[in-house]
């Protein structure tokens, strides 16, 4: 027995060791957009002080070359109450803020990456430029400063899915859809199920059907949206999702980039552990589609607004 637990030990710290490196390879990573050689002063640490991300989820088709922001949202957290607040944005939004065109909100990022590489930057350097004006102008419209920005491509999305086991959630409406110019099959049933990263992806992404029916809005993609990711927080914070986090962090390591500076990431991950739905409040904007914008009911903004100025001060 002595052994065998011997063994069970080393074991468990060849894991921990092999856990640890993967980690310390997927940070340098994904903190490629951070400032080399920042250091975070201790007070201004995330340990200590509420900030505030920019989610933004790319659409990267090898197909048809797109490069599409359909996934946005705002996310602040709080050290204190270890909880967060995430306002959704719809792609469609029409933003009109002091100083910049009027345009969808999803297609402000191609706009500041083709206004820096005229500027000759190179991609990367032009990519950081587009994330820092999508912070900024985003920052003036809600009214709070936004201090990071964390990217996503969609195979990101289906991947830590994938490594988490799936998710169950409760397709609302039957889904069929196919494009074979992208590829895109989408082929879902209504009901409760178990939905793997490909599914999940096509839940959250399914606008309409080639028929005509069961057609879905901007804002029910966003509930969508929300639903999955309370769903991965609640799978993350489970015995299972613990025992399946090496497949996570690959999964985002290959496919998540942040400006975050690495130790301020470690901060963060210490902090926030354990967060699931019941500390995260989700809220999706709301509006009435008018060709070509959705226009944002002004009552829904005000609330997202002031909880997300709420969430900075507890």
Do not use: C
Not at 93 to 102: A, E, L, R, T
Not at 127 to 151: H, S, V, W
Request: aromatic share 8%.
């Amino acid at each position: 027995m002595r052994r065998i637990m011997i063994v069970i030990l080393l074991a468990l710290v060849a894991v921990a060791g092999y856990l640890y490196w993967l980690y310390k390879d997927t940070l340098g990573s994904i903190t490629t957009d951070a400032e080399p050689g920042i250091e975070v002063p201790a007070e201004e640490s995330v340990k200590v002080k509420p900030v505030t991300f920019m989610l933004l989820g790319f659409d990267t088709r090898e197909a048809t070359g797109s490069l599409n922001t359909d996934v946005m949202m705002i996310a602040s957290f709080n050290p204190t109450s270890k909880s967060a607040t995430v306002v959704s944005i719809p792609r469609d939004s029409q933003i009109n803020v002091d100083g910049y065109k009027i345009r969808k909100a999803n297609g402000y990022y191609a706009a500041f990456l083709s206004s820096a590489k005229k500027e000759g930057l190179a991609q990367k350097e032009a990519e950081k430029k587009a994330k820092q004006g999508m912070r900024k102008m985003f920052g003036e419209f809600l009214g709070i400063p936004i201090d990071y920005t964390a990217t996503i491509n969609f195979k990101g999305f289906a991947d830590v899915v994938d490594a988490l086991g799936g998710v169950e959630v409760d397709v609302d409406i039957d889904m069929r859809y196919v494009d074979k110019a992208d590829g895109t099959n989408i082929n879902l049933s209504k009901g409760v199920q178990v939905l793997d990263g490909k599914k999940a992806l096509d839940f959250v992404r399914y606008r309409k059907s080639n028929n005509g029916k069961n057609m879905s809005s901007d804002f029910e993609r966003n509930q969508r949206q929300s639903l999955v990711l309370g769903e991965i927080a609640d799978k993350m914070k489970s015995f299972s999702g613990v025992t399946r986090i090496g497949g996570v962090i690959k999964a985002v390591g290959n496919n998540m980039r942040m400006d975050v500076p690495s130790n301020e990431v470690e901060n963060m991950m210490t902090t926030y552990f354990g967060i699931g739905r019941s500390d995260i409040e989700f809220i999706p904007l709301e509006g009435e589609w008018r060709s070509p914008y959705v226009h944002l009911n002004d009552a829904k903004l005000a609330e997202a607004k002031a909880a997300l100025e709420a969430k900075l001060a507890e």
